[in-house]
């Protein structure tokens, strides 16, 4: 039953607005510096913090590693929280660098569960950001839960508001293929639908494609 009405939402968001073409990003390495970048903030930031890092040649490893914390946190600055988020991204980019010399690509080769326990253990990488990391900088099948996430599939009774992440990761797992691609879409699409029409209050539901006659299906 839960897997056919996952399946239904999903087949209903894709019909209704298509490939989202996620994650926005012209490397696995600008992916992963977006996951922290979007922490607490709006893509419309990120996307100026992360032109600022390419107009400097400094979206890379190496520049990213080398280059001052001030510097930094000053290229980083219209993403928010800039002091935070330049700690994390060094400290990211140490890990990056010291067990995968830099390449995103080498870690795909270890065990997934892993990788994610190592990326956990890294200051300021929650479990959003880690399977952001993971689903859309490595292409490894980790859902991403958020928000919108919580707020939609509570309002369909699927789960409680107030659910661990793990619960709502769960879901997906058991009850759909584990499959990156999938996972990808997916989610996208969920972020695409809580934007549009799930609001935190006065949700849209009437204009919604997931309802019938006005209310959640
Ligand atoms: S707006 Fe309404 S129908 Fe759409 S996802 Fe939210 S609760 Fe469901």
New binding site residues.
């Given amino acids: 039953m839960i897997e056919e009405k996952l399946k239904n939402i999903y087949a209903r968001l894709f019909d209704s607005f298509g490939p989202q073409h996620w994650w926005p990003g012209d490397t696995p390495f600008e992916v992963a510096v977006g996951a922290v970048l979007t922490q607490n903030t709006n893509w419309g930031n990120v996307e100026k913090a992360i032109a600022n890092l390419k107009n400097a040649n400094a979206l890379c490893p190496v520049a990213m590693d080398r280059m001052s914390e001030p510097r930094l946190a000053k290229l980083i600055r219209p993403s928010g929280y800039y002091n935070v988020k330049t700690a994390r991204l060094k400290a990211l980019i140490s890990f990056l660098i010291r067990d995968y010399q830099g390449n995103i690509q080498r870690m795909k080769k270890g065990k997934p569960q892993e990788l994610r326990k190592k990326l956990l253990g890294i200051n300021g990488i929650g479990q959003e950001t880690a399977d952001s990391i993971l689903l859309y900088a490595v292409g490894v099948p980790y859902f991403v839960v958020d928000a919108y996430t919580k707020?939609?599939f509570s309002?369909?009774g699927i789960l409680s508001a107030d659910s661990e992440y793990e619960d709502f990761q769960e879901l997906f797992h058991s009850n759909l293929a584990r499959d990156a691609g999938l996972y990808n879409e997916y989610h996208a699409l969920i972020v695409k639908?809580?934007k549009t029409?799930?609001?935190p209050r006065d949700?849209?539901?009437?204009?919604?494609?997931?309802?019938e006659k006005g209310?959640?299906?």
Avoid at 203 to 211: E, K, M, V
């Fill in positions: 707020r939609m309002r369909h639908t809580g029409f799930c609001r949700p849209l539901c009437g204009d919604c494609p997931l309802s209310l959640p299906i």
